[in-house]
Nanobody
Framework: QVQLVESGGGLVQAGGSLRLSCAAS????????MGWFRHTPGKQREFVAA????????LYADSVKGRFTISRDNAKNTMYLQMSSLKPEDTAVYYC?????????????????WGQGTRVTVSD
């Protein structure tokens, strides 16, 4: 099975930056897509961004477009989320996921494996 581990979360002031990482441990890791979702207690899980593993195609939620940048290092089996101009509304547990489909990438069901999450807290 594929194991995904997020890291890089923490406490940051509004307007600051943070870089999240998602490392995959798998035998021959070759997903079609990897993505980031976030969740705040009491609210639904929200799509953040996705990137196709081979081609580097990116997709962003409107709420983060222009502020967040998704990238990946295929040789390291690692995906990143560079977050800038952070807002208190960005506070959440961020989860990385990998999937094998090109459809419905903003939906959780498109992804097969999930990490355990890393917490991001943005203070005023």
């Amino acid at each position: 099975q594929v194991q995904l581990v997020e890291s890089g979360g923490g406490l940051v002031q509004a307007g600051g930056s943070l870089r999240l990482s998602c490392a995959a441990s798998a035998r021959s890791f070759s997903p079609y897509v990897m993505g980031w979702f976030r969740h705040t207690p009491g609210k639904q899980r929200e799509f953040v961004a996705a990137i196709s593993w081979r081609g580097g195609f990116t997709l962003y939620a409107d709420s983060v477009k222009g502020r967040f940048t998704i990238s990946r290092d295929n040789a390291k089996n690692t995906m990143y989320l560079q977050m800038s101009s952070l807002k208190p509304e960005d506070t959440a547990v961020y989860y990385c996921a990998s999937g094998s489909t090109a459809a419905d990438l903003q939906e959780g069901h498109a992804y097969d494996y999930w990490g355990q999450g890393t917490r991001v807290t943005v203070s005023d």
